[in-house]
C-alpha cells in the first residue's frame, strides 16, 4: 500500500524557516516524480515545487522560487521542503503527493502538515 | 502562464440529479494531461479522472470526464449523498509547470 507521511508542519513567525519532510513507503520511490502542493485555509489546492526521481529537475511556484527549497533522499525514501523567509501568506497544509510518470497526474497524497505562519 | 477557470463555484443540486462541472483553459491543452479530483473536509484530494476522460482505479462510472483543448466537463450522471463535495481540475505541462481550477463546491440543495 502506497503511503506518504508528512511531518514538520508548525507554528513559525514571519521571516522565519521549517522544513518539512515526507516519508514514503509501498512503492519504489526512486522511480517517480514528487511534487508538494498546499492549500491555505478555506482556499484551493496550489501547486508549490516538483523533483523528479533523480533530482536532475526542479520546478518551483512563482509564488516561492528563491524562498523554498525541494529535495529527495532515495536512499531514505524521503522528501522535503526548506521554507525560509515565510510569509503570512504561506500558512497553509502542505501535502506531499506522487505523480504519475505516464499521464502526470497525482495519484497519490498524503495526509497534510499544517504550516502556520504567523507572530 | 495557464489559469484554469472552474464554473460554477457553487452548484447546489439535489441527489440524484445530474451534475455538469466546467474547466476551462486560457490556453489549449493536452488532453492527456487534464485531470480532477474531489475533495471532502478535512481529506486530501482524490482523483476521479486523468487523461480528460479516463476513470481512475475504483471510480463509479456515474463519474465521466470529457473535452479538448481548452474546453472541460466532469459530469456526475446521478448524485449520491457522498459526492457532495469539491471538485477540482489540474493541468501539467505548461508553465506553471503544474496548476489546478479554483475549485467547484457541490452542496445538497
Known amino acids: 500500500e502506497v503511503q506518504l507521511v508528512e511531518s514538520g508542519g508548525g507554528l513559525v513567525k514571519p521571516g522565519g524557516s521549517l522544513k518539512l519532510s515526507c516519508a514514503a513507503s509501498?512503492?519504489?520511490?526512486?522511480?517517480?516524480?514528487m511534487n508538494w502542493v498546499r492549500q491555505a485555509p478555506g482556499k484551493g489546492l496550489e501547486w508549490v515545487s516538483s523533483i523528479n526521481s533523480r533530482s536532475t529537475y526542479i520546478y518551483y511556484a512563482d509564488s516561492v522560487r528563491g524562498r523554498f527549497t525541494i529535495s529527495r533522499d532515495n536512499a531514505k525514501n524521503s522528501l522535503y521542503l526548506q521554507m525560509n523567509s515565510l510569509r503570512a501568506e504561506d500558512t497553509a497544509v502542505y501535502y506531499c503527493?506522487?505523480?504519475?510518470?505516464?499521464?502526470?497526474?497525482?495519484?497519490?497524497w498524503g495526509q497534510g502538515t499544517l504550516v502556520t505562519v504567523s507572530s | 502562464e495557464i489559469v484554469l477557470t472552474q464554473s460554477p463555484a457553487t452548484l447546489s443540486l439535489s441527489p440524484g440529479e445530474r451534475a455538469t462541472l466546467s474547466c476551462r483553459a486560457s490556453q489549449s491543452l493536452s488532453s492527456s494531461y487534464l485531470a480532477w479530483y474531489q475533495q471532502k473536509p478535512g481529506q486530501a484530494p482524490r482523483l476521479l479522472i486523468y487523461?480528460?476522460?479516463s476513470r481512475a482505479t475504483g471510480i463509479p462510472d456515474r463519474f465521466s470526464g470529457s473535452g479538448s483543448e481548452t474546453d472541460f466537463t466532469l459530469t456526475i450522471s446521478r448524485l449520491g449523498p457522498e459526492d457532495f463535495a469539491v471538485y477540482y481540475c489540474?493541468?501539467?505541462?505548461?508553465?506553471?509547470?503544474?496548476?489546478f481550477g479554483g475549485g467547484t463546491k457541490v452542496e445538497i440543495k
Open positions: 509501498g512503492f519504489t520511490f526512486s522511480s517517480y516524480t
Open positions: 487523461g480528460a476522460s
Open positions: 503527493a506522487r505523480q504519475d510518470p505516464n499521464w502526470n497526474y497525482v495519484g497519490y
Open positions: 489540474q493541468q501539467y505541462g505548461s508553465s506553471p509547470l503544474l496548476s
